[in-house]
């Protein structure tokens, strides 16, 4: 896809969730480097580049980390490959990938059915502050 950073990794997650809203404000927060850009899914530009990648809008129920012309990860993968990457301690999580990708995801799993129900949920994405805007895309 045109016009994406290609020297940014994507996190395209669901803008109505306070839970997923929390991480986002968490990640910018540990992102020192400056390494992440993200975009609702819910947004037209979300939707762009989930058809771009080819997953099924109708089956999404999962944060993706998309890498622009290289690749995307979804679920507890993409949890892990974005703890890597932040600052402190948060990249030592990253010693979960021991744990068999089935079990990590039905984690995952448990934890985005309930989301809603134990969070709450917004009647529209977020909008972000005029010190964020620059992180999201679209």
């Known amino acids: ?45 979300g939707e762009k580049i989930i058809n771009h990648i080819g997953i099924d809008s109708q089956k999404l129920d999962s944060i993706i980390l998309y890498e622009p012309g290289t690749a ?27 744990l068999p990708t089935a079990f990590s995801n039905f984690i995952y799993d448990w934890i985005a059915r309930n989301r809603y129900r134990w969070f709450g949920k917004k009647d529209n994405c977020m909008i972000p502050t005029p010190e964020l805007k620059s992180k999201f895309l679209g």
């Open 72 to 98: 995307y990860y979804y679920k507890s993968e993409a949890a892990l490959k974005i703890a890597s990457k932040l600052d402190s301690f948060y990249s030592m999580l990253v010693v979960f990938k021991i």
């Open 1 to 45: 896809m045109e016009n994406l950073p290609k020297d940014k990794k994507i996190i395209l997650f669901d803008g109505v969730c306070n839970l997923c809203n929390s991480a986002v404000l968490f990640i910018i927060k540990q992102d020192s480097k400056d390494l992440f850009r993200f975009v609702a899914l819910q947004s037209d530009l």
